[in-house]
């Protein structure tokens, strides 16, 4: 997303929240073991596949350095540069969406899908996926 643009100031924004997510994907993924299924409450989720955590975390990733290039998008003049790395954010976000739904099922666990649901910026973030915990609720 940042291209050539990694000496400016909101690069190190975007790299620390990407960076951040990325951490939080990885600590969630540890202790999967310990949590539920987003749908059936039961303990002990399926295991999980490399690349579902791989994707998981460019989602989150992405996710987060599109909110911060939108904050910092608010708070600039026109930069081109700025703009650019905004709109290849939302690209990777468009790219990603057909996926998310088949990678929450595979994600299974509770704190996992709500990292990656309300991160990612997505038409379906908002259904409802767990009954009785309050989490995704409907629009």
Same mark, same amino acid.
């Given at each position: 997303m940042l291209a050539e643009q990694s000496e400016v100031a909101w690069s190190d924004?975007?790299? $620390?929240? #990407?960076?951040? /997510?990325a951490w939080?994907?990885?600590?969630?993924t540890v202790i999967r073991h310990r949590g539920v299924h987003h749908i059936t409450l039961e303990p002990h989720p399926s295991p999980l596949h490399e690349q579902a955590l791989s994707t $998981?975390? #460019?989602?989150? /990733?992405h996710g987060m350095a599109t909110r911060v290039l939108e904050a910092a998008l608010r708070n600039s003049d026109d930069n081109p540069a700025l703009r650019a790395a905004y709109c290849r954010a939302i690209e990777a976000g468009i790219c990603a969406e057909p996926e998310l739904p088949r990678l929450i099922d595979e994600l299974a666990e509770l704190r996992l899908v709500d990292l990656v649901s309300t991160t990612?910026?997505?038409?379906?973030?908002?259904?409802?996926?767990?009954?009785?915990t309050g989490a995704g609720q409907v629009e």
């Open positions: 924004a975007v790299t $620390a929240a #990407s960076a951040a /997510a939080w994907a990885g600590f969630f $998981a975390v #460019s989602v989150v /990733a990612a910026r997505w038409r379906g973030r908002f259904t409802k996926y767990a009954g009785g």
